[in-house]
């Protein structure tokens, strides 16, 4: 169809479903085990309810933002996602023309189809990129992936800690793509296992927060924690001098049952809030399941002037990069930008400063 014709985000998925190869489907859409927390991610947003606010002159409304002190048009980003040439030859580059054109930040994959270089010199001028670490056991290694990432302009570091090992991903496992000789999985790669094992297979199984410590200091640029799932950890993090967390399962590919990232935002700010040692300007990422205008919203109401929250997207933007390429992505990004407008107006807040948590009703999101 028509890029015309896309109402809503999930209108991608569907056309992703039915024009992708099976390996890629199985590979981008897969869940761990029963795809319990992949589903409650989106389901635990459903459990939210907003208190709008009426009699408010809402006829200028401006969701723009900054991010790590980066400029957006929008509270949310396009999160690290690997292996975007499966679904379209642009691959990840693709992606960061179409991010960049619509003034939203990209974070890129240390497994990305494309290169490093390739993705950085996509990059729209102004526009912000940033670098998700997964850590070699060869230090070596991750210090030149580290600087490399500085001196193609990334502006943060992104270390994902949720993958010690590979979830247990059984349509993936099924689909055997990692045999097709014709694909590229890079020298680490061990084929046979599945796509993602395959892929992963260098990933640090040691680490542990004394290596954070020591990575940290390899860069100076912020560095922030990706896939953190509990309340204690936000703070192990903040107390090391991280510069935030991402709350994610990594969209329910890793444990099954681990909690929907926005149960733990909203159990994490209140306590955060009494944390007298918290770095200002720590801020709060999270992403899984986030589908539409109000989804983001209400991740934003649950932050606070203390801790600011910045939500990410991971396989809507490799659907709509899949279906259309970078006028996938910018129309994916359009159609979010345009709910979070509307939504804003109908809800009663100008800007996002005005966005809090007195907005939004979670008493049913433990008891659901
Ligand atoms: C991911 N994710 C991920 N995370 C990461 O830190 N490094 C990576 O290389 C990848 N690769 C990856 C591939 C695919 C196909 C998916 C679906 C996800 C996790 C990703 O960053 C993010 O946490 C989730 O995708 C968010 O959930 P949604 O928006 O996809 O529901």
Known sequence: PPLSAIQNIHDFEYLAKNILPIGAWSYYSCGADDEISMRENHYAYQRIFFRPRVCVDVSEVDPSTELLGSKTSVPFYVTATAMAKLGNPGGECSIARGAGKEGVIQMISTLSSNSLEEI?????????????????????????????????????????????????????????????????????????????????????????????IEIKGMTKLPVLIKGIQRVEDIFKAAEIGCSGVVLSNHGGRQLDTSPPPVEVLAEAVPLLQKMDKLKPGFEIFIDGGVRRGTDILKAVALGDNKVKVGVGLGRPFLYSNSAYGEEGVRKAIQLLKDEVELDMRLLGVRNLNELNRNFVDTRRLWSG
């Open 120 to 212: 950085a010199a996509a990059r729209i001028p102004g526009a912000t990129q940033w670098f998700q670490l997964y850590v070699n056991e060869d230090r070596e290694m991750t210090h030149e992936l580290i600087q490399k990432a500085e001196e193609l302009g990334m502006k943060a570091i992104f270390i994902t800690v949720d993958a010690p090992t590979l979830g247990n991903r059984e349509k993936d496992r099924r689909s055997k793509f990692s045999d097709d000789p014709n694909l590229d999985l890079g020298k680490d790669a061990q084929r046979g296992s599945g796509a993602s094992r395959a892929l992963s297979s260098f990933i640090d199984c040691h680490l542990n927060w004394d290596d954070i």
